[in-house]
């Protein structure tokens, strides 16, 4: 069975998939998102989290949400992060995924 291809993108929308990717191309972004998948969280909590420091979370928060990934809401002065695309996680899975299957076949070449 032939495997089915995708169609082809325009190149604007490249542009637009890369950009997606190169965001989640920093590793404190994705641990970012993974503390956040927990529920909604203030700048200091993910600072502790995530053990960096604010203004380097701050800078990172603000790229994912550029991109649409996660979305802000201010409480006095305190500024709280969430998911905003839970798609992002659907697409972390797939990419692990596809890590553990090629992790699990080189470790079956050595036994």
Known sequence: MKKQKHQKMSSDAVNVVAARFKVLSEPIRLQILQYLENGESSVTNVT???????PNVSKHLKMLQDEGLVAKRQDGNTVYYRIADQT??????????????KFSDRSAMFS
């Open 48 to 54: 502790k989290g995530v053990n960096s420091t604010q």
């Open 88 to 101: 992002v996680f659907e697409l972390c899975d797939v990419v692990c995924g596809s890590l553990k299957a």
